[in-house]
């Protein structure tokens, strides 16, 4: 199976910045697609960034449009996230993940996730 190691998040002050990454092991097929997704006691884990293998292809949830990029460095099997003007409500449970084809990923059927790593963003 695919494993997907994060790197530690932190604590920073509301309009900071912070960059995440996720190495993700095995073979570039079995990671078509890779998404980042946040997750906050009792509420839903939502999708907050995805990508395609080639780095062409985007998505971001509304809530992060503008602030946040997602890319890819496919020499080293590693997706970061790059969070720009950080809010208090983008505190939370940080996962990276990979959907292993296209279908998967046409669907959002992440098979293998990271560990989390927790983001705080203060006032």
């Known amino acids: 199976q695919v494993q997907l190691v994060e790197s530690e998040g932190g604590s920073v002050q509301a309009g900071g910045s912070l960059t995440l990454s996720c190495a993700a092991s095995g073979r570039a097929f079995s990671t078509y697609g890779m998404g980042w997704f946040r997750q906050v006691p009792g509420k839903e884990r939502d999708v907050v960034a995805t990508i395609i293998l080639s780095g062409a292809g985007t998505w971001y949830a509304d809530s992060v449009k503008g602030r946040f990029t997602i890319s890819r460095d496919n020499t080293n099997n590693t997706v970061y996230l790059q969070m720009n003007t950080l809010k208090p409500e983008d505190t939370a449970v940080y996962y990276c993940?990979?959907?292993?084809?296209?279908?998967?990923?046409?669907?959002?059927?992440?098979?293998?996730w990271g560990q989390g790593t927790q983001v705080t963003v203060s006032s």
């Open positions: 993940a990979a959907a292993p084809s296209y279908i998967d990923y046409f669907v959002r059927r992440y098979h293998y």
